[in-house]
């Protein structure tokens, strides 16, 4: 059986973003760990953007829901 990796909150996966990055920049890693935390990076480049437009979403609905109501 297969485990699932828990979901990561935004905060959580950006702290995690800044950890690969300082480590590919800083750090002398071979080719196989860096690739790996590339694809991992990738991965949480994607939830951040995925979560960054939801936000968005929902701030959008409600400003327009806001204006609606403030122009009746």
């Excluded at 297969?2 to 979901?7: I, M, S, V």
């Excluded at 920049?25 to 790996?36: C, G, P, R, V, Y």
Aim: proline share 1%.
């Amino acid at each position: 059986m297969t485990k699932k990796q828990p979901r990561l909150d935004f905060e959580r996966s950006l702290n995690r973003l800044e950890e690969i990055v300082t480590q590919i920049e800083n750090t002398s890693l071979d080719l196989d760990k860096a690739l790996a935390l590339f694809k991992e990076g990738d991965a949480l480049v994607k939830i951040c953007s995925s979560k960054l437009s939801e936000a968005k979403k929902k701030i959008e609905i409600i400003t327009s829901s806001g204006i609606k109501n403030f122009k009746e």
